[in-house]
């Protein structure tokens, strides 16, 4: 570790002749200098550098280069915000439909390819938050499912069941905000998905413009947000060295 302007003590000059006050007087300038080195902090020292730290715990403001704060406030994790300003409809009853997600607001770490699939840039464990603005344009009530999909694969008991009335009028369609979360592990270069089911066509995820009397923000049909809250946890992976020897009788196989 590197001691940024720490400062060696004055020490009083030598004599033509041997003194003991001035002798004992530079003993004394040493030994106070070698105390403070050997202590874990130095006082003189104004600022400290080190490839690494170990224990212990940090108080304090920026470090340089942005990397830690002493309270977060310069700590930036990867995280989005995912939009969608479009209306997408049902493909059928038989069918799987997946949420599309046109707009990135704000990330770092996030991307969206082929407009739903989320893929993130560092492994861990994020917390993903959804709301979806439905719309039944029907005559009758409907229900509808939203889930989660890892690699284009169902993730595991990530479905949630809703029902929507009958729309009010022909121009007055019935609406449920449908609101989902959960934690989901990700590793590096893995997608996630949203994708829904109803049992009739006359389900939208809709997206309504801009009101006025009074002004009003347009709706956005789907919302997305990521935080990430954890790194994976560390696995252990034994290394198998040397050779591996299979020893025993092979079984004998009679095809009738």
């Given at each position: ?74 700590l930036e ?88 009335p009958a ?23 893995e997608y ?65």
């Amino acid at each position: 570790m590197a001691l940024v302007q720490f400062r060696a003590p004055a020490l009083p000059l030598p004599k033509k002749e041997y003194e003991f006050g001035q002798m004992n007087e530079l003993v004394r300038a040493l030994r106070i200098y070698f105390n403070q080195l050997d202590s874990l902090a130095p006082n003189q020292a104004q600022s400290y550098r080190a490839d690494a730290f170990f224990g212990g715990e940090f108080t304090g403001n920026r470090v340089e280069g942005g990397i830690l704060s002493g309270y977060g406030a310069g700590l930036e994790v990867p995280h989005a915000m995912l939009m969608s300003d479009q209306d997408q409809g049902s493909a059928g009853v038989t069918s799987e439909n997946i949420v599309t997600l046109n707009r990135i607001i704000l990330g770092t770490g996030v991307t969206v390819e082929d407009n739903s699939k989320i893929r993130f840039a560092t492994s861990g464990q994020y917390l993903v938050t959804a709301r979806f603005q439905f719309a039944n344009r029907g005559n009758a009530v409907q229900e509808f499912e939203v889930w989660a999909k890892n690699n284009g694969v169902n993730y595991p008991l990530s479905n949630t069941r809703f029902d929507i009335p009958a729309r009010k009028s022909p121009s007055v369609f019935s609406h449920v905000t449908a609101n989902i979360s959960g934690i989901f592990t990700a590793t590096s270069g893995e997608y996630l998905q949203f994708a829904w089911w109803s049992d009739g066509a006359d389900i939208y995820i809709e997206h309504y413009a801009a009101g006025t009397s009074p002004a009003r923000p347009e709706i956005a049909s789907a919302i997305v947000t990521i935080t990430f809250i954890s790194a994976l946890p560390a696995r252990f992976a034994p290394v198998l060295g040397g050779s591996l020897t299979i020893t025993g009788v092979a079984p004998t196989v009679t095809i009738a």
